[in-house]
Antibody, heavy 118, light 113 residues
């Protein structure tokens, strides 16, 4: 069955970076896109960006353009999101989601809690 | 950016009754070349990731009960739960995927009255 398994929770200090992984299985990874979304305590969902796995083409929300890098490793069917220059406002649950061709977030990972605290 | 506005923020409905959630986009999400509305609805239960319910504004995802239906076009959309069940208690979000950045509504909390 389709699964997206994300890496575990992280606690980071302000100014540092974090890299979250998203291991995909059960579908043709190379024909998909992976979206990244975060959810803060207030429950609001915020789209970060997406990567088309086959072409490595990326799109980012402008507010994340300078600090987020999306990548993928086709040999391990894993997508990655790295966020740099972390600040307390980046404390959130980060989700990856597979887009199987409809441009929607069809299947979601379990989420990764990133806590930024000094 | 396309701003998505949901209403109400929360609603309490009796079991078996109808629940209606509204979503309005700041610009049309109807793509004229294919006549499709790039609007999706997600359900999120406590402690779980969101789950896709509806795409193209009105197409139910496989496995989603038929008590869930989506309607609307252009800028105004509705998610209806025709007969609320206990397992439908959740947060519901609309999302436009007409253009980048993709944007979500603020969410509607559905509870049992």
């Amino acid at each position: 069955q389709i699964q997206l398994v994300q890496s575990g929770p992280e606690v980071k200090k302000p100014g540092t970076s974090v890299k979250v992984s998203c291991k995909a299985s059960g579908f043709t990874f190379s024909s998909s896109a992976v979206q990244w979304v975060r959810q803060t305590r207030g429950q609001r969902l915020e789209w970060i960006g997406s990567i088309v796995v086959g072409s490595e083409n990326t799109n980012y929300a402008q507010k994340f353009q300078e600090r987020v890098t999306l990548s993928r490793d086709m040999s391990t069917t894993t997508a990655y999101m790295e966020v740099s220059s972390l600040r307390s406002e980046d404390t959130a649950v980060y989700y990856c989601a597979a887009d199987l061709g409809r441009e929607t977030a069809d299947y979601w990972g379990q989420g990764t809690l990133v806590t930024v605290s000094s | 950016d396309i701003v998505m506005t949901q209403s109400p923020d929360s609603l309490a409905v009796s079991l078996g009754e109808r629940a209606t959630i509204n979503c309005k986009s700041s610009q049309s999400v109807l793509y004229s070349s294919n006549n499709k509305n790039y609007l999706a609805w997600y359900q999120q239960k406590p402690g779980q990731p969101p789950k896709l319910l509806i795409y193209w504004a009105a197409t139910r995802e496989s496995g989603v009960p038929d008590r869930f239906s989506g309607s609307g076009s252009g800028t105004d959309f509705t998610l209806t739960i025709s007969s609320l069940q206990a397992e439908d208690v959740a947060l519901y979000y609309c999302q436009q995927y007409f253009g980048f950045p993709l944007t979500f509504g603020g969410g509607t909390k559905v509870e049992i009255k």
